[in-house]
Nanobody, 124 residues
């Protein structure tokens, strides 16, 4: 069973930056379309960003567009999320997700494989 493991979360001040990384345990899994979601306390899990198999196509939620950048390195089996200009509203547990075929990248139902999540806290 393939696994995804997130790292890089932590505490940042508003205006600061953090870089999250998601590592896939299997080579096959690392070539799937992948995405980042986040869930704040008391809220639904929401889409943040997605990237295609090759990395040539990306998608972002309006709330992070221009501030976050998703990238992947298939040779290293990793997908990263560079988060700049952080705001307190970015505070959440961030999850990476993957599936062999993804029709609608913004839906949680599109993904079969999920990581355990990493906490990001942004102080004002």
């Amino acid at each position: 069973q393939g696994q995804l493991v997130e790292s890089g979360g932590g505490l940042a001040q508003a205006g600061g930056s953090l870089r999250l990384s998601c590592a896939a345990s299997e080579r096959t899994l690392s070539t799937y379309p992948m995405a980042w979601f986040r869930q704040a306390p008391g809220k639904e899990r929401e889409f943040v960003s997605a990237i295609s198999r090759s990395g040539t196509s990306t998608d972002y939620a309006d709330s992070v567009k221009g501030r976050f950048t998703i990238s992947r390195d298939n040779a290293k089996s990793t997908v990263d999320l560079q988060m700049n200009s952080l705001i307190p509203e970015d505070t959440a547990v961030y999850y990476c997700a993957a599936n062999r075929a993804v029709i609608t990248p913004t839906l949680t139902e599109s993904y079969r494989y999920w990581g355990q999540g990493t906490q990001v806290t942004v102080s004002s």
